[in-house]
Nanobody
């Protein structure tokens, strides 16, 4: 069973920074792709950043150069460093694990990020 817990959200002014963290339980973390998604009010959930088991990363175009995803396989954690935040980054951010065994996606409970102008 996989359980994901996010932390690090909050309120920040435009131009500021936040770091989100996600801790995963279970024993498949190191072989799984980890990702951060976000869902803004009235919009569909979108992929923000992902890191594969091998360390390859990809980003939503609008966050490239501002956000950095990283993983620590020894601690079963994935982080999202968010710099130069903009009001349009305001959303609930979700951590996700894609299992290569079951092909299921597991989700955290979400953490609110609010960027004021």
């Amino acid at each position: 069973q996989v359980h994901l817990v996010e932390s690090g959200g909050g309120l920040v002014q435009a131009g500021g920074s936040l770091r989100l963290s996600c801790a995963a339980s279970g024993n498949i973390f190191r072989i799984s792709t980890m990702a951060w998604y976000r869902e803004a009010a009235g919009k569909q959930r979108e992929l923000v950043a992902a890191v594969s088991a091998g360390g390859s990363t990809n980003y939503l175009d609008s966050v490239k150069g501002r956000f950095t995803i990283s993983r620590d396989n020894a601690k079963n954690t994935v982080s999202l460093q968010m710099n130069s935040l903009k009001p349009e980054d305001t959303a609930v951010y979700y951590c996700s694990l894609n299992s290569p065994i079951s092909r299921n996606d597991y989700w955290g409970q979400g953490t609110q990020v609010t960027v004021s102008s």
